[in-house]
């Protein structure tokens, strides 16, 4: 029998918009919990529409999304200083889990929540999801009886919410290892559809992008609004040190737009057809004529001709490159 209304209890749930976390809030919901899911933004997610797609699962199982911005925390805090280090790229994935849970219970008393849950499977990812990474995370952010992993509960130690009874640990799951069968089965069953994220998960899993973050501290200090810019385009490190981004296409170009701040000079073409391109704000005299030629040389032009570039407030008069190879030398390696 579910409690009423005054004996409700209320979880907040780690939400990443994947189908782990969804369905562990469907476990505990059912039950008559009241679930709040929350999902922490740590700046490397790598898609828009993820807010969409997160709000139409918590819509599909009927919880209330909340967000929180914690990007200048963690590069501050987490990101270059992970005290269990970094998985195959640039994630530091127990750090980073142990530092969510722990600002989810600091949010704790404000929600009037009594524990938390999670989408954690034991087994299932090589970093962050063994048993021992477990442990490690619930130690790093003291949440060990009141975090509830639903979908793997029935092979971890009883917590608070179950043995206190809040939520019946026999109707929660067992679930060990990367085969997702028993999850893809059970959505199916609750008619969850769409369940897929779209465009992929957390950069810092992926190579290229690591890589790109790898090269630019060896430059810069990371900032917040610096994330963006990493996101997109061609990347070059010029002669003198200059970061230089150019756009490929359209949404690049956009993107690129989007992300410029006070860092960075907006470079475009006066006279012709061209990508736009952000370069650092403090480039020498020669990067930032490399950089108008470089990117003149990826607009519709001919190197036949001279063409006027916009490089922050100042315009430059520049021939491109009789083709993109002396270009493609300022590329980042990757
Ligand atoms: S994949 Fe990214 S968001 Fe997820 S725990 Fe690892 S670093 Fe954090």
Redesign the pocket.
Known sequence: MNPTKSEKRRAIALFSGGLDSTLAIWLVKRQGVEVVALNID?G?GSTKSKLEHMQNMCDQVGVELRTLDIRDQYLREILFNPKYGY?KNF???ID??GNMFKIAKELMAPWEADFLISGEVVGQRPM?QRRDALDLVTGLSETSDILLRPLSAKVLPPTLPEREGWVDREQLLGITGRSRDVQLKLAEEIGLKDFEKPGG??L??DENFSKKLAEFIKYDTLEVEDIALLKCGRHLRLPDGAKLVVGRHKEDNEMILAALSPKYLKIRLLNATGPVAALSANATKADRELAARITATYGKTNPEERYEVQVGEEVLTVRPFDSKAPCQRYFINL
Do not use: A, E, V
Request: charged share 0%.
């Open positions: 740590i490397f998985g994630n530091p994935c980073c889990h962050s998960g957390c810092l899993t």
